[in-house]
């Protein structure tokens, strides 16, 4: 669900999804309902059945206590480590903060799963992890974010608004306290990653392209989802 919520790729760890949508998993979201359930029955078998603004209170303090508890197994994650570690230190800002939308570029970049060489590489879709636009060995979202030469243009309005640090947990404190570093990595993020999309489709759409560059529709999509089991 977490996943659908930030439209992410279906290859995004259950971590990092729940941590951008700002939804804990569900089974701290469980203890919260198991800790006000007990609680309400335990008032009423002692003849004082609690008021609803008690009960709200009894699920906001459950719901702080497994933020906090969310927040330290945030500390060692089993997967999604880079986006999961820059949310941990400001966890509870980001499920507080009131742009709740993130677009869909923008979790390519948050999660680095999207038209990145590595991604990519990583999934057959690429022979090499390399950079397509500045021949960098590997290209990764933080080496679009912060290093690739390609984007330097698109990078002097966002270092202009959020400093010149852009590892990602600098970027991510930046956007949960200031609607101007948002509204830059946001335009930063649209318009490099649209660029991004287009020449993946064009070399998609390459004739001479590798077999395994190409778009796979119809026949060639069933035969190559065949190999993979």
């Not at 804990?24 to 008021?51: C, D, K």
């Not at 927040?71 to 903060?97: C, F, K, N, Y």
Request: charged content about 30%; aromatic content about 6%.
């Amino acid at each position: 669900m977490a996943k659908r919520v930030i439209r992410a790729y279906c290859t995004v760890s259950r971590e990092a999804a729940c941590a951008l949508a700002g939804t804990p998993p569900w089974e701290l979201e469980a203890e919260v309902l198991a800790e006000v359930y007990h609680r309400t029955a335990a008032a009423r078998r002692s003849g004082n059945p609690p008021a609803r603004q008690e009960i709200e209170h009894w699920r906001k303090e459950a719901r702080d206590a497994i933020i906090d508890k969310w927040s330290d197994q945030m500390q060692d994650p089993g997967a999604g480590h880079r986006t999961v570690l820059a949310l941990q230190p400001v966890l509870r800002a980001w499920i507080e903060r009131h742009r709740g939308f993130l677009p869909y570029r923008m979790v390519q970049v948050l999660t680095g799963h999207g038209c990145f060489g590595k991604y990519l590489h990583n999934i057959g879709r690429e022979s090499t992890a390399g950079c397509h636009h500045c021949g960098s060995d590997t290209d990764t979202a933080q080496h679009t974010l912060e290093e690739c030469p390609a984007w330097a243009g698109q990078r002097v309005a966002l270092t202009a608004a959020i400093g010149l640090d852009l590892s990602l947990p600098t970027v991510v404190k930046t956007i949960v306290d200031n609607d101007t570093g948002f509204d830059a990595f946001k335009t930063f993020c649209e318009s490099v990653m649209l660029e991004k999309e287009m020449a993946e489709r064009a070399r998609e759409e390459d004739p001479l392209a590798d077999p395994i560059r190409r778009r796979r529709t119809g026949r060639r999509r069933r035969a190559f989802a065949r190999n993979l089991i």
